[in-house]
Every structure is written in structure tokens, then in C-alpha cells.
């Protein structure tokens, strides 16, 4: 027996038993983000290289379920208890000890006032502020939450956004993502990994400011939530960390779906930073496919670079930087970029012949080079497909864009057409 852990298990209840002996009155309990240590057990069990600590999730989830049940139940010196978290208490293992207790979830307005500020009270707010012409910019950024059918804004990231423009200009302090670091960045990135079929589009389209019908996950325990976590879980998570909200009327919605959307451009920008990072060369698995792709095309290997693109865009989550009509460019130059090779340039859509090319690739190793023209069809037809990359291959010598790489010295050149429907990619080679 680990005596620091009995000592753990045990606080809650002995500080209630030394604060009645010292006052004479049962202690009221609030006990705020109970299921932070297992989530943070789960994402720190993963790290731990001693085979003792394998069970690392399991013994914190002891600890705390000792902890809250000697508190919250067979407590006599307890008057009441309030717990919060991301996760149901009912779903979890280590409450199925309590009894008696209520359950107030996004959609219940009993305690509405408990759970950020109201639209009346961040205008006050703002108003004892000298902030009043900054409502507009709070509400796009920080509120959207639908609580009980209304309206919430974030109180954490709002006090943080007062005290840091009062002490600016507050007329014209831009507002700023404070969330950072906080409940369910680590989830986010964890479903970004492996995604399942057709899932990530579901997450693309809430960042592209849509709605998501979700099944809410019945049983949702940390040790769940994998890179192989469906987009329900996934989403269920988010919906009570605040990441997504009810779109609509919560308590109207259809018996077992529900309709969610992303609140506000502080949660919209934390997936973006996400997706970001995921998609990034600060991502070694991303990276290793990246080089891998960059390999096949100079290979003029079209069925590698076919598998490689349609795998990587299953999982693609793209950032708004740009227009959605280049989803695909975009797609393929974050991907390109990740590579990171210093023997191979890339350049984006840069005047060749008498017409622009998508993405060229240039390799001075071997004086050979890369063209690469996109093409997207609204028909999930093969056979509209293959013509479109047909297409995108003779508007490549039609139009010269390989002049300039001829006259730079690149001997070697190979000219894609790639045709993308939606997250589906057909590719077609032909080298001069």
C-alpha cells in the first residue's frame, strides 16, 4: 500500500472532519474539473518508459474515485456537494459509488448563470470598462456558447482579454486566443492523427463555419480517446470542453443526434493552430510522408504518388489562409513544403510559357524536374477524372510550361495531372 496515495484519498474527507470539529458546520464541497488528473494520466501514461508505471492511468483512477467517494458519500461532516468536468459523472468508473446526486448538462438552464456570462453581463462589463464599442468583437470572439438555449460568453477568456486592453488601448486591442493550453488541446490533436474514412471532412467542415449532425457517445472514458477515436467521441469530448456548442435549440433537436458548430473564432482559431502544427514539418510522421511523395514523383511512379496523395488528403484538415477554390494547391503545397529538402525547390504557381503552372518541383542533383497541374471535377466518375488529368497534362505542353525549366538546364522533366473529387485523387504521368 502506497501510504501517500492513502493520504490523497483520504484529504477531502479529513479536512471536512477537522473543519466541523474547528466550526461546528458540514462542509460544502465544490470540486472543479474533477476528471483533469485522468486526462492528463491518460496522456502522461503514454510517456512513461517504467514498466511499473504501465498502470499509471488505473492508479489515478483509484486515487480520485477514493478521493470524491469518502468525500461526497460516506462523509458525515459533508452538507453538499458540486462537481464539474468534461465527462459525465456517470460515465465514469470512479463515481459509481455515489448516489442521490443530479446531473445539470449544456442544455439544462437551471444553473445557466453558473456557466459563463450572460450577453447583459458582458455588456455591463464592457461598459464599466469604457469598453462599449468592443461588444460587437467579445461576441465573435469569446461568446456563442449555447447553454440551456442561451447565449454565454467565455468568462476566462474575457477577463483575460479586459485586463490585457485595459492596460493597452482599449479601443482598438485586437482580441486574442486565451483558451491555449487549456481542456482538450491534446484530444484535438490526437484525433487529427488518424482520423477515420470520411472524418476528417466532418472537422473541416465546422472550421469552414458549418454544422456537424453528431451521435453523442454514450460511454466516454480517457482511455477511449486514441488516434482510432471516432468523430462522435471526438466530437462529444469537444462539445463539453467547449471547443463546439449546440446549433439551435439543444432540448428540440432529433431523439439520439444533435447538431453541433464551432461557437466562436477563439475555438475556430485553436483548431486552426492545431491542424497547423499537425500539418506541419513540426510533425516527423507527416514530414516522412512528405518525402516520401516528393521521392515517387521524381520516380515517375503514378500509382505511389496516387496512394500517398489520397491517403495524406483523408486526413487533411485545411486553415483558411486562402481561398477555398485552392483547397487542393494548398493541399499540396503544405504537403510538399513538409518535405524540407534542401536538394529539391519548389516553386507555386509561377509564370512558365505562355501560361502559369500549379507546382514545379526542381532537383539539381540529376537536372530533373516536377510539374504539377490540379484539376477538380464535382462528378465522382473515374472516367471524368482520368479525362481531366488528360486535360491537365496537354494544357502543360500546350501552354510551354516546361520553356523556362529547358532553358535553366533541366533535362528531365516530368509533367502530372492530378484530378481531385473531394478527398479522392486520380493521377496521370507523362515525361518528355
Not at 458540514?26 to 474533477?34: A, G, Q, R, S
Request: hydrophobic content about 40%.
Amino acid at each position: 500500500m502506497n501510504i501517500f496515495s492513502e493520504i490523497v484519498k483520504d484529504s477531502l474527507a479529513f479536512m471536512s472532519r477537522m473543519l466541523y470539529h474547528e466550526y461546528g458546520a458540514k462542509t460544502v464541497f465544490i470540486v472543479e474539473d474533477y476528471d483533469t488528473p485522468l486526462r492528463n494520466a491518460r496522456k502522461n501514461s503514454k510517456k512513461k518508459a517504467d514498466p511499473e508505471d504501465a498502470d499509471f492511468y488505473d492508479r489515478m483512477l483509484e486515487v480520485v474515485s477514493a478521493m470524491l467517494s469518502r468525500a461526497l458519500k460516506t462523509n458525515e461532516f459533508m452538507n453538499k456537494g458540486f462537481v464539474t468536468g468534461c465527462l459525465r459523472i456517470n460515465y465514469q468508473s470512479e463515481t459509481t459509488g455515489f448516489n442521490n446526486y443530479v446531473t445539470c448538462d449544456l442544455t439544462d438552464s437551471r444553473h445557466l448563470r453558473l456557466m459563463g456570462f450572460t450577453k447583459e453581463e458582458t455588456a455591463k462589463l464592457l461598459k464599466d470598462a469604457g469598453m462599449e464599442n468592443r461588444l460587437e468583437d467579445v461576441l465573435t470572439w469569446y461568446g456563442g456558447h449555447n447553454i440551456g438555449g442561451h447565449e454565454m460568453i467565455c468568462p476566462w477568456s474575457l477577463m483575460k482579454f479586459l485586463s490585457y486592453a485595459l492596460y493597452s488601448d482599449p479601443a482598438v486591442f485586437p482580441p486574442e486566443t486565451y483558451w491555449v493550453g487549456l481542456v482538450g488541446a491534446d484530444l484535438v490533436e490526437t484525433f487529427m492523427k488518424h482520423p477515420g474514412n470520411g472524418e476528417a471532412q466532418r472537422l473541416q467542415n465546422l472550421i469552414d463555419g458549418k454544422t456537424e449532425a453528431i451521435t453523442p457517445a454514450i460511454f466516454t472514458a480517457y482511455p477511449l480517446i486514441t488516434d482510432k477515436m471516432t468523430f462522435n467521441t471526438f466530437a462529444t469530448v469537444l462539445l463539453h470542453s467547449g471547443y463546439f456548442t449546440y446549433a439551435g435549440d439543444a432540448s428540440a433537436q432529433s431523439y439520439g443526434q444533435l447538431t453541433i458548430k464551432i461557437p466562436n473564432e477563439e475555438m475556430r482559431n485553436l483548431l486552426i493552430d492545431a491542424a497547423k502544427r499537425r500539418f506541419s514539418s513540426a510533425n516527423p510522421e507527416w514530414v516522412g510522408d512528405a518525402r516520401t511523395l516528393t521521392d515517387a514523383l521524381f520516380a515517375g511512379d503514378a500509382a505511389k504518388v496516387r496512394k500517398i496523395v489520397n491517403d495524406m488528403l483523408e486526413i487533411f484538415i485545411s486553415t483558411p489562409d486562402s481561398p477555398r477554390e485552392d483547397f487542393y494547391h494548398d493541399f499540396m503545397t503544405v504537403v510538399l513544403s513538409a518535405a524540407g529538402s534542401n536538394h529539391v525547390k519548389m516553386k507555386s504557381r509561377q509564370e512558365g510559357g505562355d501560361g502559369r503552372f500549379s507546382l514545379t518541383l526542381m532537383r539539381d542533383s540529376d537536372r530533373s524536374a516536377v510539374i504539377m497541374k490540379f484539376k477538380k471535377t464535382d462528378s465522382h466518375s473515374l472516367a471524368a477524372q482520368f479525362k481531366l488529368c488528360d486535360t491537365a497534362i496537354e494544357e502543360i505542353s500546350l501552354n510551354r510550361y516546361d520553356s523556362n525549366l529547358r532553358q535553366d538546364g533541366y533535362e528531365r522533366v516530368l509533367k502530372y495531372g492530378l484530378a481531385f473529387f473531394e478527398r479522392d485523387c486520380e493521377v496521370k504521368l507523362a515525361e518528355d
